[in-house]
């Protein structure tokens, strides 16, 4: 079974600087995409960005990117230019295509950018 | 947009009680799923269904059913509720095409 793995429970950054969180899974499948979710205060959750595994090419959001890393199963998000409103619990998440299209999520992290 | 409409925000049952919650999309979406999250542990998938009257168990079933009768909602029901499913509930749908979810903004259930 894949698993996802976000090992920094909680990051506090000042606003305008940059963080990375980090992601880690585990899969024998060489086709799979990946995600990272953003759940503000408010609880919706949101599709952040989307990367997947054929692709080389790492995906770009505006302020956010990702370093997908296939070999080493990592995919991390970068956030640029933190802004008071990316303050959320983000969760990594893995989908097999070959299935239900299902997503495995990490347990989340919580990011807190500060004025 | 697409918008995903969990009938409760809050709710608070009695131990032993049947409990429904509901989800409704308004995007002809083919897969609905449903998910309980807690602090520490993320989301962990209870169950999802991928058509009208199919459904498949996820990770942690026990003690839960659903119902989809129409396309466009997806009904997850505590058979008899205990206060070890005090928690958050998420209901998202999304097509069959790996782009991922869209979610509703969640049910929280104390049950007491």
């Known amino acids: 079974a894949q698993t996802v793995t976000q090992s920094q429970p909680e990051m506090s950054v000042q606003e305008a600087e940059t963080v990375t969180l980090s992601c880690t899974y585990d899969?024998?499948?060489?086709?799979?995409?990946l995600f990272w979710y953003k759940q503000p205060p408010s609880r919706q959750m949101i599709l952040v960005i989307r990367?997947?595994?054929?692709?080389?090419q790492n995906a770009t959001e505006n302020r956010f990117s990702v370093n997908f890393q296939k070999a080493a199963k990592s995919f991390s998000l970068k956030i640029s230019d933190s802004q008071l409103g990316d303050t959320a619990m983000y969760f990594c998440?893995?989908?097999?295509?070959?299935?239900?299209?299902?997503?495995?999520f990490g347990k989340g992290m919580k990011l807190t950018v500060n004025p | 947009d697409v918008k995903v409409t969990q009938s409760s925000r809050y709710l608070v049952k009695r131990t032993g009680e049947k409990v429904f919650l509901e989800c409704v999309q308004d995007?002809?979406?083919?897969?609905m799923f449903w998910y309980r999250q807690d602090p520490g542990l993320g989301l962990r998938l209870i169950y999802f269904s991928y058509d009208v009257k199919m459904k498949e168990k996820g990770d942690i079933p026990e003690g839960y059913s659903v119902s989809r009768e129409k396309k466009e909602r997806f009904s997850l029901i505590l058979e008899s509720a205990s206060t070890n499913q005090t928690s958050m509930y998420l209901c998202?749908?999304?097509?069959?095409?790996?782009?991922?979810?869209?979610f509703g903004s969640g049910t929280r259930l104390t049950v007491v």
């Open positions: 995007m002809d979406h083919e897969n």
């Open positions: 990367q997947e595994a054929y692709k080389q």
């Open positions: 998440a893995f989908m097999n295509p070959g299935g239900s299209e299902k997503l495995v």
């Open positions: 899969t024998s499948e060489s086709n799979y995409y």
């Open positions: 998202a749908s999304s097509y069959p095409d790996r782009y991922g979810y869209t």
